[in-house]
DNA sequence: TACCAGGTTAGCG
DNA sequence: CGCTAACATGGT
């Protein structure tokens, strides 16, 4: 990074505890690119943040273009840090699941925003991940308020927006969102951002770890384009429903291989959804394949 | 060029 | 219920 002033290290963080790359690249968020071989930048509500695992001094260390408020304040939730994830162990003998653990640690649940997750779950249907990123990358650029890029030259050419509010969302014509790639998505979109305006879906209160996330995927599949897969992935991502479980097409193509066509998501406990990121990633990235 | 992607809906039987 | 065609768009 360029510019040291705003740059900060977090120590005692090792790829154990946050694995950066992991975090980011299974399938959970789709708002941060990979920056040469170990770095990446993403947006996080209205800044722009190049993280990196790294070892400096012999201690492992999160350094990242942060402030320590903002680290404090926002980022250190929004890795779930106040989580110890060394008590989300898998508790039974599933070969595959217990692998999938092995392999994936330093995979954490990223606390998103609810609204970004529905939107981005809603455009996720049906797409592919390069596709997804862009088409979110659109709909900021066309929607959200520009940002200040990170002093770092390799991202000099590039541009950077906030997600969209619901409010700017909800003035808009359909007609408004032509040419952001939404395809059919489009109306959904509107729909999802007039009924959480109006709090018919109050995203606040689903996110209360009162509310179940059986709950919390009822309620939110009561939104047009919202099924049984993005519902989950909107109660994990974006409401912190760590229970929950997506089956996606990977998901199911695991289960079928690995499981007979029959998984047990309850044995899983309260960390079916980490379980769940693990698998994902095993079968992205690890050794398993299909 | 075709095929297909972290699915869901509506409309059948 | 269970099954399935249709769905918009662009990445590979």
């Given at each position: ?109 990223l606390k998103q ?116 897969k993005v519902a ?18 990977w998901i199911q ?38």
């Amino acid at each position: 990074l360029d510019d040291e002033k705003t740059v900060i290290c977090i120590e005692g963080i090792d790829k154990q505890t946050l694995d950066l790359s992991k975090t980011l690249d299974c399938g959970q968020c789709f708002r941060w690119n990979k920056l040469g071989t170990t770095s990446w930048y993403g947006v996080v509500g209205d800044k722009v943040y190049v993280a990196d695992n790294q070892i400096i001094d012999n201690k492992p260390c999160i350094v990242i273009n942060a402030t320590a408020e903002e680290w404090e304040n926002k980022l250190y939730k929004y890795f779930d840090l106040d989580t110890d994830y060394s008590q989300l162990k898998i508790d039974n003998n599933d070969k595959f699941a217990l692998k999938a653990q092995q392999d994936g640690q330093g995979i954490r649940i990223l606390k998103q925003d609810a609204w970004e997750a529905t939107v981005s779950f809603i455009i996720s249907q049906r797409n592919n991940i390069p596709k997804i990123k862009s088409t979110i990358d659109k709909f900021c650029k066309a929607f959200g308020n520009k940002i200040e890029e990170p002093n770092l030259s390799s991202l000099k050419d590039k541009e950077f927006y906030t997600f969209p509010d619901i409010d700017t969302i909800c003035k808009l014509d359909i007609a408004d969102l032509d040419g952001i790639g939404l395809g059919y998505r489009d109306e959904y979109i509107l729909i999802a951002a007039h009924a959480i305006k109006n709090k018919s879906i109050d995203l606040d209160k689903l996110a209360n770890q009162a509310i179940s996330g059986e709950l919390a995927v009822q309620t939110l599949m009561e939104l047009k384009g919202v099924g049984p897969k993005v519902a989950n992935c909107i109660a994990l991502f974006g409401l912190h429903k760590l229970d929950m479980f997506p089956i996606d097409v990977w998901i199911q193509r695991i289960i079928d291989e690995y499981y007979n066509g029959n998984i047990d998501i309850g044995s899983y406990g309260k960390l079916a959804g980490l379980v769940q990121q693990y698998m994902f990633y095993e079968i992205k990235y690890g050794s398993a394949c299909l």
